[in-house]
């Protein structure tokens, strides 16, 4: 009697183990990867002190919409020389003009009077855009993301006062091993899970690595199964419902996998 209760369990014992087995070959880890964003970055032409800031981080802004201004002292006064340089070519123009008509001037005067006018004309149309762009304004569609320099800070020539992310630039970054590739293409359309994420979020495939790689150590990976690995991006369908750095698993099938089933 004894005997038999020992099989019985020993049985037991080997087929629960088994279907544990079944359940583990079933489950789809995914592929383990994160989102980043393409930012737009908005800066001065040329140095200066921010004096006022018109946006938030977090704000949504739309194509011209002014973002800050930086002192336009320098490019003022720079405008107002000019003004005056091109007050007196039009006056030696108009001298050089009228004595043309009269006989009493020579063609070459005539003809530097004409390139002195131009050239002080370009100036001031140069000058003119230098002081129109101290003010930046939003040249897409996005959100504030960040702020790097405020009200009363100096701000280099070609530095970013802030950065705009437009919600098409949202994409997912994961790694697959070279025995996926085969299984995965260009335009292709995929499922993505994150922590109390929607449930029906899908990404589409844009980018496939044409080159391998060793597994970056920033990979958010449950473990490594390959040393080589390719990249591949993909832009989500709903970006909004995304956050940049956040860590997502990624299902080639883009039906609900059974890990999320269970």
């Known amino acids: 009697m004894t005997s038999s209760r020992m099989l019985l369990r020993v049985f037991a014992a080997l087929a629960l183990a088994a279907l544990l087995g079944g359940c583990d ?5 995914g592929y383990q990867g994160w989102v980043e964003a393409d930012m737009i970055f908005v800066s ?9 800031l018109d946006v938030r981080e977090g704000d949504e802004v739309k194509v011209g919409m002014p973002l800050y201004s930086v002192d336009d002292d320098l490019q003022q006064a720079d405008l107002n020389q000019n003004n005056a340089t091109l007050a007196n070519a039009r ?42 762009r101290r003010t930046g304004f939003a040249p897409v569609n996005g959100t504030v993301q960040q702020i790097y320099f405020r009200e009363g800070e100096t701000v280099p020539a070609q530095r970013p006062v802030l950065s705009i992310m437009p919600p098409g630039n949202m994409k997912v970054r994961f790694y697959v091993p070279e025995a996926t590739l085969p299984k995965i293409a260009i335009g292709d359309e995929v499922r993505v899970t994150c922590d109390n994420c929607a449930a029906d979020l899908t990404a589409k495939i844009y980018f496939i690595a044409t080159s391998a ?24 369908s709903s970006p ?9 698993s990624v299902y080639l099938n883009a039906k609900t996998p059974v890990a999320d089933t269970r």
């Open 25 to 29: 070959e079933r489950r789809d880890p």
């Open 44 to 52: 001065p032409d040329e140095s200066g002190r921010v004096t006022k």
């Open 91 to 132: 006056q030696t123009y108009d001298r050089a003009s009228s004595l043309s008509k009269t006989g009493s001037g020579t063609q070459a005067s005539l003809d530097s009077a004409v390139s002195a006018l131009r050239v002080a004309e370009a100036h001031v149309n140069t000058s003119q855009t230098r002081l129109a």
């Open 213 to 236: 790689e060793y597994t970056p150590p920033v990979i958010y990976s449950l473990d490594e199964r390959n040393k080589l690995v390719y990249l591949v991006q993909a832009r989500p």
């Open 240 to 248: 909004d419902s995304l956050r940049v750095g956040q860590p997502i």
